[in-house]
């Protein structure tokens, strides 16, 4: 709270600069008016003295007399008042003297006491006028003793009739000029209370201005929405930043409604928002999907409260939101991350889990046939050593192939060749042409269907592919009198894919079968040739290349189909 | 042993793996006869006597059933629940014979009644005294209901 500032209010004798004023405007009126009623007189004077009416004397008493109210005039009017003050009273008094003592005492002349008295108050104050009074009774009534020519007892009645009227009429003028000079001291001091409040009224509103600024230009340089509505969902105000993101002016927003600037289900959930939060008086803080009219749908998090008014009553709701769809994405990308991740361990897990399976076996092949080749040896069985000996050969061989083909898995997704456009014909033509010798012995034909389209990705892995997918097709193909391979492609139902696929007519699949061919040393038939790699290195590499395999099969002897999926251009991932 | 021939089913897709077990089976004179097959379709052709199998006579219900769980077509886990499923099949000792040690494996067959999981040792000495003491055990041992 300021410090108020309050003006002494006048009291005692000091004299305020106002009254000052005051009194030295009046003085110099009386004067004026003095002034000029000596003037109305100066022309019969200066005739009558010429006539020899008047003698002199007289006359230059009445110039000198005009002289002196005339200077005090002049002096009053360059700010000296008091002398002029003194002057008029004191004229006054002396002209009721010189009637008095040369006519007598009870002529009219007595009223210039009067008229004494009442210029020393209004011009001194009343206690010069109580001065003057005694003055005027002490002289006056020695006038009346001294010149006293008849007996007392006559004069008595004019004696106290003066000294009443005078007293009396002092009274009254000391009793108005105090009602005067006190009303005049109330008027000021509410002047003044007046003023000071005024002036801390005129403070105080100037610093809610400030404040309010401060707050405005704060609320407006937010980084967040903000707005707030009245009860009836009426917009009554919005920040820069929320009309930047509803794309319209502060104009277009106040006094409409959720209707006009959103979706219609998004208006009537955030009306049934303000319903809720005006109803309960509890903030609310949610995250939902927010869509200004003709643009595209974010994420924000959202804080509505109740507006209240200075009596507490809830008036409108106040919303407050920010965007938080790039943490939204943030997260379901750590989410996507951590579940492939996941996947990956899992894999991991079996991949290492059917290894140590897997390098087992041979080890124990050639363990136990050391043991039988050692019996053999002892029982002289020659015959059945050789094929003991055959049978630690190939086991030995299985398990460098086994090495190599776990290194070969192990490099795709790590050692690739830059991927670039081929033309997928390209692809196909030189597997198949890699494969020329198996296709001949096995008379298997192959169909390759005309416009293939290009796709992006490492040349060497893709021929890779095909070349196992064919490899698979000729030995799955049974005792098939005419076998034959389609290789071709098909749109996909997602853009900017399109699935390949390798059919045959060979041995076909059961439905359990699905997803455990492409298992890493997975053999379906156990008398088959190869490690159970080949359509693991197949799903490895159409996986890195972000595409997707899988199989299909009418049945047993209804043949196979393998599809998978590549990108014609760059994936964005 | 009452004379009658004791026959072992082996189900094993490793060729080098059964004539281990087959010629150790037979060092040890453990059994008269031993039936190979090397996947699970086939194993469970023979025990439903099925295709190539109808005839009940020339194939008669194996004593013990030796059973690896890596197996072509229908897998190891998958023919011992159907054996265990089945009425006829479920009183036959099925043994798992396997390379793979792990917890998972061993848990699973468990939960499918399994009435006993060996892991295939690395070296003829270990494989070979396991085949004995498998065959004395179970064919020896054991006494089996009589169906």
């Not at chain 1, 277009?252 to 006094?255: F, S």
């Not at chain 1, 943030?330 to 989410?335: C, D, G, K, T, V």
């Not at chain 2, 006993?116 to 070296?123: C, N, T």
């Given at each position: 709270?300021?410090?108020?500032?309050?003006?002494?209010?006048a009291?005692g004798?000091?004299?305020t600069?106002?009254d000052?004023?005051r009194?030295?405007?009046?003085?110099q009126?009386?004067?004026a008016m003095?002034?000029?009623?000596?003037l109305?007189?100066i022309v019969?004077?200066v005739l009558?003295?010429l006539?020899g009416f008047?003698?002199?004397e007289a006359s230059?008493?009445?110039?000198?007399?005009?002289?002196?109210?005339?200077a005090?005039w002049?002096?009053?009017?360059?700010?000296y008042?008091?002398?002029g003050?003194?002057?008029a009273?004191?004229?006054m008094f002396?002209?009721?003297?010189?009637g008095s003592?040369?006519?007598?005492?009870?002529?009219s002349?007595v009223?210039?006491?009067?008229?004494a008295l009442?210029?020393?108050?209004?011009?001194?104050?009343n206690r010069?006028?109580w001065?003057?009074?005694i003055?005027?009774?002490?002289?006056h009534?020695g006038f009346?003793l001294?010149?006293?020519d008849?007996?007392?007892?006559?004069?008595?009645?004019a004696i106290?009739t003066f000294?009443g009227g005078l007293?009396g009429?002092?009274m009254l003028?000391?009793?108005?000029?105090?009602?005067i000079?006190?009303a005049?001291a109330?008027?000021r001091?509410?002047a003044?209370?007046?003023r000071?409040?005024?002036a801390?009224?005129?403070?105080?509103?100037?610093?809610?201005?400030a404040?309010?600024?401060?707050?405005?230009s704060l609320?407006?340089?937010?980084?967040q929405?903000v707005?707030?509505?009245?009860v009836q969902?009426h917009?009554?105000f919005?920040?820069?930043?929320?009309?930047?993101t509803e794309?319209r002016t502060?104009h277009?927003?106040?006094?409409k409604?959720d209707w006009d600037l959103?979706?219609?289900?998004l208006?009537q959930k955030?009306?049934?928002?303000?319903?809720?939060v005006m109803e309960s008086?509890q903030?609310?803080?949610?995250?939902?999907?927010?869509?200004?009219?003709?643009?595209?749908?974010?994420?924000?998090?959202?804080?509505?409260a109740?507006?209240?008014?200075a009596?507490g009553?809830?008036?409108g709701?106040?919303g407050?939101f920010?965007d938080?769809?790039?943490q939204?994405r943030?997260?379901?990308?750590?989410?996507n991350?951590?579940?492939?991740l996941?996947?990956?361990n899992?894999?991991?897990e079996r991949?290492?889990?059917?290894?140590?399976?897997d390098?087992k076996a041979?080890?124990i092949?050639?363990?136990?046939f050391?043991?039988?080749?050692q019996q053999?040896?002892?029982?002289g069985?020659h015959?059945?050593?050789?094929?003991?000996m055959?049978?630690i050969?190939?086991a030995t061989?299985r398990m460098?192939?086994?090495?190599?083909?776990?290194?070969?898995?192990s490099r795709?997704?790590r050692?690739m060749n830059?991927?670039r456009e081929?033309?997928?014909e390209?692809?196909?033509?030189?597997a198949v042409?890699?494969?020329?010798?198996q296709l001949?012995?096995r008379?298997?034909?192959v169909h390759?269907a005309?416009?293939?389209?290009?796709?992006?990705?490492d040349r060497?892995r893709?021929?890779e592919?095909?070349?196992?997918l064919v490899?698979n097709?000729?030995?799955?193909?049974?005792?098939?009198?005419?076998p034959?391979?389609?290789?071709?492609?098909?749109?996909s139902?997602v853009?900017?894919?399109?699935?390949?696929?390798?059919?045959?007519?060979?041995?076909?699949l059961?439905?359990?079968?699905y997803?455990?061919?492409f298992?890493?040393?997975n053999?379906?038939?156990a008398r088959?040739e190869?490690t159970g790699v080949?359509?693991?290195?197949?799903?490895r590499?159409v996986?890195v290349?972000g595409?997707?395999?899988?199989?299909?099969?009418?049945?047993l002897n209804?043949?196979?189909t393998?599809y998978?999926t590549l990108?014609?251009?760059?994936l964005?991932? | 042993?009452?004379?009658?021939?004791v026959?072992?089913?082996l189900v094993?897709?490793?060729i080098d793996?059964?004539e281990l077990v087959?010629?150790t089976?037979?060092?040890?004179r453990v059994?008269?006869?031993?039936?190979?097959?090397?996947d699970?379709?086939?194993a469970?052709?023979?025990?439903?006597h099925?295709?190539?199998y109808t005839d009940v006579?020339q194939?008669?219900?194996?004593?013990?059933i030796?059973?690896d769980?890596?197996?072509?077509?229908?897998?190891?886990l998958?023919v011992?629940?159907q054996i265990k499923?089945?009425?006829e099949l479920k009183?036959?000792?099925v043994?798992i014979l396997?390379?793979s040690?792990a917890d998972r494996?061993?848990?699973r067959?468990y939960?499918h009644h399994?009435n006993?999981?060996?892991?295939?040792?690395?070296?003829y000495e270990?494989?070979?005294?396991?085949?004995?003491d498998l065959?004395?055990y179970w064919l020896g041992?054991n006494?089996n209901?009589?169906?």
């Open positions: 709270m300021p410090d108020l500032i309050v003006t002494a209010p009291t004798t000091r004299m600069d106002e000052e004023l009194r030295k405007a009046m003085t009126t009386i004067l003095m002034g000029v009623t000596l109305v007189f019969p004077i009558g003295t006539s008047f003698d002199v230059l008493i009445i110039l000198l007399l005009g002289v002196a109210i005339g005090s002049w002096l009053c009017r360059r700010g008042w008091r002398p003050a003194y002057l009273p004191a004229l002396i002209l009721g003297l010189y003592y040369f006519i007598g005492l009870s002529t002349f009223l210039f006491y009067a008229i009442w210029l020393a108050s209004l011009l001194l104050g010069a006028m001065r003057l009074l003055v005027v009774l002490v002289v009534l009346g001294v010149r006293l008849e007996p007392l007892g006559d004069a008595l009645p106290i000294t007293l009429l002092s003028q000391s009793f108005a000029s105090s009602q000079t006190q005049l109330q008027a001091s509410t003044d209370h007046l000071t409040e005024i801390e009224r005129v403070r105080v509103e100037e610093a809610r201005g404040s309010e600024a401060v707050l405005h609320v407006e340089s937010l980084p929405n707005f707030s509505k009245d969902g917009f009554i919005a920040n820069q930043r929320y009309c930047a794309g502060v277009e927003i106040v006094g409604t959103h979706p219609p289900e208006a955030y009306r049934e928002d303000d319903r809720r008086g903030t609310i803080d949610i995250v939902e999907e927010h869509q200004p009219l003709g643009k595209d749908k974010f994420y924000v998090q959202v804080i509505k109740p507006l209240v008014d009596h009553a809830i008036t709701t106040l407050i920010w938080i769809t790039d939204r943030a997260a379901q990308e750590r989410e991350l951590i579940a492939e996941q996947a990956k899992e894999e991991l991949f290492t889990y059917t290894v140590s399976h390098l041979p080890l092949t050639i363990r136990g050391l043991g039988l080749l053999d040896a002892l029982a069985e015959a059945r050593m050789q094929a003991d055959q049978r050969m190939e061989e460098r192939r086994l090495l190599d083909e776990l290194l070969e898995l795709i997704g050692i830059a991927p081929i033309s997928f390209a692809i196909v033509r030189e042409e890699l494969l020329d010798g001949k012995a008379g298997v034909q390759i005309r416009g293939l389209p290009t796709v992006y990705g060497m893709l021929v592919v095909i070349q196992n490899d097709a000729v030995k799955f193909m049974g005792s098939q009198p005419a034959r391979i389609e290789i071709g492609a098909r749109v139902e853009p900017g894919q399109t699935v390949f696929f390798v059919q045959d007519n060979g041995i076909g059961e439905p359990h079968s997803e455990k061919v298992g890493l040393f053999k379906l038939d088959s190869g080949g359509l693991a290195l197949v799903k590499i996986e290349h595409g997707r395999v899988w199989v299909e099969s009418p049945g209804g043949g196979t393998f998978f990108a014609a251009a760059p964005h991932r | 042993m009452n004379g009658e021939p026959l072992v089913m094993e897709d490793n793996h059964a087959m010629r089976l037979a060092e040890h059994a008269n006869r031993v039936r190979h097959f090397v699970g379709q086939s469970l052709d023979y025990l439903y099925r295709n190539a006579a194939n008669p219900y194996p004593h013990v030796l059973l769980l890596r197996l072509p077509r229908v897998d190891g998958e011992l629940k499923d089945s009425d009183h036959i000792p043994v396997t390379t040690e494996d061993v848990t067959a939960d399994v006993s999981y060996l892991v295939k040792p690395v070296g270990e494989f070979s005294e396991l085949m004995e065959g004395f041992w006494t209901p009589q169906l």
